[in-house]
Nanobody, 130 residues
C-alpha cells in the first residue's frame, strides 16, 4: 500500500521557520513528481511547490515554487531515504494552513493542479502566531 506519512509543523512565531517531512512507503518515489500544497482556514487548497523528477516544466525548471512563498521556501528530495522535505523561513500569519505532500508517478512534468496527484499525505498543521 502506497503511503505518504508527514511529520513536522506546529506553532511558530511570526518570522520563524518550519520544516516538514514526507516519508513515502509502498514504492519508490524517485520517479515521481513530488509537491506540497496547503489549505488555509476558509480557503481552497493551493499549490506551494513541486519538483519534477525528470522533465522541466512550464518555466523550464524542474523545481517550481509559488510566488507567495518564493524566496522563503526550499524543497528537497532524498531518493535514498524516499523522503521529500519542505523548509520555510520568515513565516507570516498568512502561511497558517494545513500542508499536504503529494506524489504524481506518471511520466510527465510536475503540475500545479492538485488533480494531477495520485497520492497524498495526511496533512500537517502549521500555525503562525502574530
Amino acid at each position: 500500500q502506497v503511503q505518504l506519512a508527514q511529520s513536522g509543523g506546529g506553532l511558530v512565531q511570526r518570522g520563524g521557520s518550519v520544516s516538514l517531512s514526507c516519508a513515502a512507503s509502498g514504492r519508490t518515489f524517485s520517479n515521481c513528481n513530488m509537491a506540497w500544497f496547503r489549505q488555509g482556514p476558509g480557503k481552497e487548497r493551493e499549490f506551494v511547490a513541486a519538483e519534477s523528477w525528470r522533465f522541466g516544466g512550464w518555466n523550464g525548471d524542474r523545481v517550481y515554487i509559488a510566488n507567495s512563498v518564493k524566496g522563503r521556501l526550499n524543497i528537497s528530495r532524498d531518493s535514498a531515504k524516499n523522503t521529500f522535505g519542505l523548509a520555510m523561513n520568515n513565516l507570516i500569519p498568512e502561511d497558517t494552513a494545513v500542508y499536504y505532500c503529494a506524489a504524481d508517478c506518471h511520466d510527465r512534468p510536475a503540475a500545479r493542479e492538485e488533480q494531477a496527484y495520485d497520492h497524498w499525505g495526511q496533512g500537517t498543521q502549521v500555525t503562525v502566531s502574530s
